[in-house]
């Protein structure tokens, strides 16, 4: 049995009430906050793990029983019909599972029409996740790691019931205008998604290489600066600067920092002069706003300055400068018009 799965088991067994189903404790464990768990380094694996502060005190091979409704054998049958159906109905799923805990446990057991899974979207906080803390990919323990994909695909299902039948673009869209408290949490998962994909394609040499730029970063560095295909545009110092900036922003979670240098040479490119926003910017920026009926409805500071940025697929490094037009120009001048 994987190292998951007697986790998952221990708490089912232990507290059924509050996790009914493996991915109730799947998203208690990584989406959670304050809830004991952590990352780990285990050394004699070389290998990152999660681990709860209380595990020393735990037996997780000790096979415990789910607590029982009880009910009142002392009525007739009538009476013990009417009054406890539901809880007989509750003790035999709890002896159910607890003669099928290894496979119930497991990613082995799962039925698409009846099932005890989680109905809605687990709601969480950035930074606050085992998937914002996550140590290098290519360390993380394989049967963990293949629990966190799980459940982030699980939970990206639950907030796009479209499937892969819709764009991402367009799945992002739908969800800013009916569920814009679900927008983030579906990127930090759908951003893990990508990276658990490019570790699965990968080969040994490719994983090794990830190892060494993760302990020798300045190396990698370096060669990730030769390997640039737009190194004529930015010398070796800035890049190293903006590399900086990166890894300490939020698109560090969503890009890799490539990608998200050439979107930042891009607009800087063609909207950016002398470090301020040139005049094509703001010919476009104004045709945005015009077009967009934002300002018979939603005129509103954030708002241009999201559709500016989703219009003119602004970097998120320029975004302080359209915030400022925005409250300069935007709700200024063009509301009047």
Not at 44 to 70: G, M, P, V, Y
Not at 101 to 106: E, N
Not at 287 to 316: A, D, F, H, P
Request: charge should be negative.
């Amino acid at each position: 049995m994987d190292i998951v799965t007697l986790v998952v088991r221990h708490s089912i067994l232990n507290f059924f009430s509050i996790f009914p189903s493996r991915l109730h404790v799947l998203g208690h464990i990584f989406l959670t906050n304050g809830n004991g768990y952590d990352w780990v380094y285990d050394k004699d694996a070389d290998l990152f793990t999660i681990k709860h502060f209380d595990d020393a005190n735990c037996d997780f091979s000790t096979k415990n029983s789910i607590e029982r409704a009880k009910i009142d054998k002392s009525c007739d049958i009538k009476g013990l019909m009417e009054s406890s159906t539901g809880d007989q109905f509750n003790n035999h799923i709890a002896q159910f599972i607890e003669d099928n805990i290894d496979v119930y446990a497991s990613k082995a057991f799962y039925t698409k029409g009846l099932n005890l899974n989680p109905k809605k979207p687990h709601q969480f906080s950035r930074d606050c996740n085992l998937y914002c803390k996550l140590p290098p990919i290519d360390m993380i323990h394989p049967d963990w790691l293949d629990a966190m994909h799980e459940l982030a695909e699980f939970e990206m299902s639950l907030r796009n019931p479209h499937g892969g039948s819709v764009s991402k673009s367009r799945v992002l869209d739908i969800m800013t205008r009916d569920h814009r408290d679900w927008v983030d949490g579906y990127k930090i998962l759908l951003r893990f998604c990508e990276k658990y994909k490019d570790h699965q394609n990968s080969d040994l040499a490719r994983s090794h290489e990830q190892m060494m730029n993760s302990i020798f970063p300045e190396n990698s560095l370096e060669q990730r600066y030769a390997d640039f295909e737009q190194k004529q545009e930015i010398t070796f110092d800035e890049f190293k600067s903006l590399n900086e900036y990166f890894v300490n922003s939020d698109d560090f979670t969503y890009f890799t920092y490539t990608n998200w240098l050439s979107a930042m040479l891009r607009t800087r490119q063609q909207y950016i002069t002398d470090g301020q926003l040139n005049s094509q910017f703001r010919e476009d920026a104004e045709y945005v706003l015009c077009n967009s009926g934002l300002l018979n409805r939603y005129n509103n500071y954030s708002t241009m300055s999201y559709q500016i940025k989703r219009g003119l697929e602004i970097s998120s490094y320029f975004m302080p400068l359209v915030d400022q037009y925005v409250a300069d120009v935007g709700t200024h001048g063009l509301i009047g018009l």
